[in-house]
């Protein structure tokens, strides 16, 4: 187990940068997610870490030595791919025992450490099965005992519950977490769902564009967005976002946007608010509407407890008194970014 | 909804189909068959029926091929300049192949189609440059000179269509490796290769096969009869200036084909799975 540090990653194909400096560190044993939408760069950064795409400036430091000409057998990190990327003319003991075979592991040893890592993730049963004859979910607990049997110095895993359905990724995403815990692994961990991110990362680093918005732990990264980008990137809905003061912003999450009645007194900034639509989601409702005198390219949007806000007291088409805590706004500067006069 | 006349007239259809196709096809071989076991006074009797014995079946034209021609000898020349062949092709056009897939720039695919164009080239119009190279190498009247002509047709194709195999081989599977402690030439013996057997597979059948068959080359660069492969002993050393030997024809023909279409038989589904490539995965 190491830590990671890279400086001033940058990756171009061509003259496109797909990684545009990213400077970040991985204190050893932290479970660090990289969000951001799709193309931004954080599957590009994840090859460069593990040696399958070469940086076109910029140092990576694994373990505190300088590995930017180390090729990635040498690295000693692992990889979970999206597609798991299994042998599938080997089986599934024979795919665990691969990374050692190649280190030239004494059989004896091999045979312990398969064992090991296959009932650490109940697959033990499944040793001489090939990769095709096994389900969605076995696949991939056996691409992490792959990745795990030789005690990597780092974990990278990309994007490796998209191929999984619903309910087995939520499943998985526990797994994955308490098996990090326990083994204190420092784990790289891509992804575009927030969900995800947000539930699993010690910490997480926002990019877009090639470039690092934010890092910060899932709390910062939610109550403190650095800027519009990551304000509006994280959070299910959006954080709603109105023109303020001529050049600048005005955030507020949905689930602070409450009628004017539902907030005790003590600062609070009241809207007028205009309900369109109204989405009952069973532990929230999610109300669509307009604002009176602020402008928004989105629409506004509340996510109510139903519990506390009768189905009846929201009228569409009508204007109701909403109100957002004082201490629940954000306010951004022209330039999107987090103005913290406020 | 088809009423069951229309069906049956369809069937019907569908079957004289494929039985003109399949008639078509086999007849060839058919004519071979009992050309190659007839007797040389049923052969020669324009009076007789053509199409079946009209006198008991022989062996003497086969006893004659072995007996009074090089024929073993042909059939071993072609062995050896297959054998030979296949394996310049494999040494070759599998890592061509790889290379080929695994570079995407736009270089990459102008390569492989400059490589598959020279397969486009004619024979008939390389012979005479060929000629020159292999006069230089004082390979001339060797079948040698076959086993290093015949790459330059077998290898464009075969690269080609390793590289449309080698494509539809998803690449974590080797990044895995890679990752896991292979080097990128490890990973390509011990991931790619075992992988593409299919492919591999069909690569051999088909540069076999080519080199069995070959002609042009042969006729022009080997004269004499214990250097000629089969194709081309057969087709010279039994005709004799106008007289054929039919029956010895084709027995010595028959014999050359017989093992080619087991072969095929055995690895046809493999066959057709490395021709498709991974599209019937």
Known sequence: MAAVLTRDIVKKFGEVPAVNGISLTVPDGEFMVLLGPSGCGKTTFLRIICGLEQQTSGDLLIGGHVVNDIPPRARGVAMMFQSYGLYPHYTVRNNIAFPLRTQRVPREEIQKKVDWASRLLGIGHLLDRRPRQLSGGERQRVALARALVREPTALLLDEPLSNLDAKLRTLARQEIKNFQQSVGLTTVYVTHDQVEAMGMGDRIAVIDHGRIRQVGTPTEIYEDPADLFVATFVGAPPMNVVTHNGGGYLGFRPENFLPRNMIEDGGATEFSFRVDRSEYLGSERIVYGVIADFDSSQPITAKLPPAHVAEASIHPGEWHRFAVKNSALRHFDAGGNRNTRH | ?281
């Open chain 2, 1 to 281: 909804m088809s009423s069951p006349v229309s069906r049956s007239l369809r069937e019907t259809g569908f079957f004289l189909g494929v039985t003109f196709f399949v008639i078509l096809a086999a007849f060839p071989f058919y004519w071979m068959v009992i050309t190659a076991f007839k007797q040389n006074s049923d052969l020669y009797d324009i009076t007789n029926t053509p199409f079946w014995f009209n006198e008991p079946p022989t062996l003497e034209h086969i006893k004659y091929l072995f007996e009074q021609t090089l024929f073993t000898r042909w059939l071993l020349n072609s062995l050896v300049i297959g054998l030979c062949v296949t394996a310049i092709t494999l040494v070759t056009a599998v890592p061509a192949g790889y290379s080929l897939a695994r570079m995407t720039s736009r270089k990459g695919e102008a390569l492989g189609i400059m490589i598959f164009l020279t397969y486009l080239v004619p024979p008939t119009l390389l012979f005479l440059p060929l000629s020159r190279i292999i006069a230089v190498l004082g390979l001339q009247n060797s079948m040698w000179s076959l086993v290093l002509v015949y790459p330059t047709f077998t290898i464009p194709f075969c690269s080609w269509l390793l590289m449309g195999f080698f494509k539809a081989l998803p690449v974590e599977i080797e990044e895995a490796a890679i990752v896991d402690g292979c080097s990128l030439f490890g990973a390509f013996i011990k991931m790619a290769i075992p992988l593409s057997v299919p492919a591999i597979l069909t690569v051999v059948i088909f540069t076999f096969t080519l080199t069995l068959q070959e002609f042009v080359y042969a006729l022009t660069f080997v004269s004499s009869s214990d250097q000629k492969p089969i194709t081309l002993g057969v087709s010279t050393d039994l005709i004799r200036g106008d007289v054929f030997f039919w029956g010895e024809i084709m027995a010595g023909a028959l014999i050359a084909a017989v093992p080619v279409a087991i072969a095929y038989n055995l690895f046809l589904d493999r066959f057709i799975a490395g021709i498709t490539g991974g599209a019937v995965k």
